[in-house]
């Protein structure tokens, strides 16, 4: 897995998972043995028989190249189910949904549009959409379709690595879906070739732009999209910020965050938003953590970064990423941080939780 910067040396936790080759056919600036990788998945892949289309989660990856190949992809697989009378929401780029709105013509009315930048700016929310989708257009037993694009070139290494947890735990958030289809199209122009190698291990299928549909050889499994994320994690600098987290120090506490987050630049509203997730982290720290934790505070040229360990276990893979049902009491802790932060990164450590969250300057 890709880590939060450039410099390797200094890690936090261990042990990302080895990844299979890209299948993709643009070259690769790789060895002439990884090249032989590639080919010998690519070739396994053709051989594969076309997959059937059956009722459930369809996971489906698309490679295309430019803007020509997102199209072509993109909109036959939306014309077919809208010849259905299948309902349909699409969360790509601004300038992608003015493409497929031009493209479509009046068939855009008949599908819901939301900017990837908005839904997915930290991707722990992009679930939580999809769940909304499925709750309110589906129950009649007509299949949903969803095109999802978030994985994009702009996106920071941080990002990408925890797009691909979003990518692994579709698998198990929608895995009792009854009958929805979620198309995931991935630039080949634009990504690199670790990016677009573990395509396949998150995604069960694999989509041609002409609308083929195999099986990945390389999906990872339910298995491994419910063990806890161990991602590895660059260090907090030798100049952070530490201080205890304690039952009688939360008004303290919440005091630091908003200074220090007015120190680095945040609008008052974002000053709020980050000293509200803290205090929520505390909480759960105090709670469910063994009573206790340490925060720990940085700036980076970019964000301000607020790190919460403890000794408590987050059991549920999709912790924060659940949709609150409309009637739900409590447990709101997580979820609200992922609502409110620009990016959360959650770990499980050898000992204990860690959940850092950035909120970019600016």
Not at 340 to 358: F, M
């Amino acid at each position: 897995m890709p880590t939060h910067g450039r410099e390797a040396s200094k890690r936090e936790t261990t042990g990302g998972k080895p990844h299979a080759s890209s299948m993709y056919r643009r070259a690769m600036p790789s060895t002439s043995t990884d090249n032989d990788h590639v080919m010998q998945l690519r070739a396994a892949a053709l051989a594969l028989p076309t997959e059937p289309v059956t009722p459930g989660f369809r996971h489906e990856a698309m490679r295309y190249e430019g803007d020509d190949e997102f199209l072509t992809g993109t909109l036959r697989f939306l014309r077919e189910g809208l010849a259905r009378g299948e309902r349909a929401m699409v969360v790509v780029s601004p300038r992608k949904i003015a493409l497929l709105r031009t493209a479509l013509g009046a068939d855009a009315e008949r599908v819901r549009f939301a900017d990837m930048r908005r839904v997915g700016a930290n991707p722990a929310r992009i679930i939580p959409a999809w769940t909304l989708f499925l709750r309110e257009a589906g129950g009649d037993g007509r299949t949903l379709r969803g095109v999802g694009e978030p994985v994009h070139a702009e996106r920071s290494e941080a990002e990408l690595v925890e797009c691909e947890r979003h990518e692994s735990l579709l698998n198990l958030a929608f895995a009792h879906a009854a009958d929805f289809r979620l198309l995931c199209p991935y630039d080949v122009s634009a990504l690199d070739a670790s990016t677009l190698a573990r395509v396949h291990c998150t995604h069960p299928l694999v989509h041609d732009v002409d609308g083929r549909v195999r099986r990945s050889t390389a999906f990872m499994g339910l298995a491994v999209a419910a063990e806890p994320c161990r991602a590895t994690l660059l260090s907090a600098p030798a100049d952070a910020q530490t201080i205890p987290v304690m039952p009688a120090g939360l008004v303290a506490l919440r005091a630091v965050v908003a200074r220090r987050a007015a120190r680095a630049g945040l609008t008052p509203q974002r000053r709020e938003d980050l000293v509200l997730a803290i205090n929520e982290l505390a909480t759960n720290s105090i709670r469910h953590g063994g009573g206790a934790g340490t925060l720990t505070i940085w700036e980076t040229p970019d964000a301000l970064v607020c790190q919460v360990t403890d000794a408590g276990r987050l059991a549920d893979p999709l912790a924060g990423r659940n949709l609150p049902e409309p009637d739900q009491t409590g447990c709101y802790g997580l979820w609200l941080v992922n609502q409110l932060c620009d990016l959360v990164e959650q770990r499980t450590l050898p000992r204990g939780n860690l959940v850092r969250v950035s909120m970019r300057r600016g």
